[in-house]
């Protein structure tokens, strides 16, 4: 990760058709209420919003065939579209 940025922001964001999609983006600095998460030099922050919908959730890094990316693994979710791009809790 470059110097200069922080971590990784996890969010629940509307849409797909399921209703809710996550986002990821690297920041530079936290929020002052976000949750930060930290293991083996990545830290990952969640606002409080986003947080009411991944508590519990795990966050892995796959790499295979089809690429790689990071994968959230949500106990929270009920159902996901066909696709596998959105959930619903």
Do not use: W
């Amino acid at each position: 990760m470059a110097p200069d940025v922080a971590g990784l922001r996890l969010f629940v964001k509307q849409g797909g058709c399921a209703g809710l999609s996550y986002g990821m983006r690297f920041e530079h600095e936290p929020e002052a209420d976000d949750t930060i998460f930290e293991r083996n030099d990545l830290r990952v922050f969640v606002d409080p919003a986003s947080m009411d919908y991944v508590e519990g959730s795990v966050l892995d890094f796959e790499a295979g065939l089809q690429g790689a990316g990071f994968h959230v693994r949500n106990p929270n979710v009920v159902s996901e579209c066909g696709c596998g791009e959105s959930f619903r809790t």
